[in-house]
Each structure stands twice: as C-alpha cells, then as structure tokens.
C-alpha cells in the first residue's frame, strides 16, 4: 500500500520544518495537506495511514485534513484550460482533444501545519 510511504514522507517533511523552526517540543495538531485527484493517492488511505505512521513523533496527536485538488488540462484547440470532471484520459471536455498538459491535480504537498504545546 503506497499511502504508507506517502505518510511517511508527509510526516518527514513536517518534522524537517520543525527542526528547521527549532519548534521540536511542539506538539502538530493539524497537518493539511494538497492532494490532486490525478496524483493517484486515494485520501481515505493516506488518512489511515498516518495515524499508525505518526505514532511516536511529533504529529502523533495531528489531524490530517486533506484538499483535493480537481484535475485541470491545457488545451490548445481552445486555448483554454478545462477542468476535468475525473482522472480519466486527458482529453479536452469541450473539443475533445488530446490534452497539451496537465496544469493541475498532480499536486501532493503540505500546505500548512498548525502547532500545539506538548501538555507538560
Ligand atoms: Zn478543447
């Protein structure tokens, strides 16, 4: 199951940012994090995972809430992006067209972190 490691990575990229705030005797209660629906990352399974991958750290008493980011493809027949209703072929929903590129959904990132003080 890949939402393991995805919450491992997650957690690491947390604790990076701590160390990095020299915030280590904080307590996470919040992570939210940026999940696009083309990233292939299911949000139920990520959240799962990560209570049992946090335990022991620093977030093991953080909420995970996920932003799902919609899928978004340029076309060039249009000369517009379009949004896609699901993460199916990358075609244009209004001409039909092979998509150029995606320009958004592929997103997997931590967008902020909220801090507590460990209860002493
Ligand atoms: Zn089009």
């Avoid at 604790?15 to 999940?35: F, H, K, S, W």
């Avoid at 072929?89 to 460990?118: F, I, M, Q």
């Amino acid at each position: 199951m890949h939402e393991v490691s995805i919450a491992q990575s997650l957690i690491d990229v947390v604790l990076d940012q701590l160390r990095g705030e020299r915030a280590t005797n904080e307590q996470v209660t919040l992570v939210r994090v940026r999940i696009g629906v083309f990233s292939g990352v299911v949000p139920a399974a990520l959240v799962s995972a990560f209570g049992p991958a946090s335990e022991g750290t620093a977030l093991e008493a953080a909420r995970l809430q996920i932003d799902v980011v919609p899928l978004a493809v340029w076309c060039d027949a249009c000369g517009a992006e379009q949004e896609l209703p699901t993460a199916g072929p990358l075609h244009c929903p209004k001409c039909g067209t092979r998509a150029a590129h995606v320009v958004r959904g592929r997103e997997l990132e931590v967008v902020s972190v909220e801090l507590g003080r460990r209860p002493s």
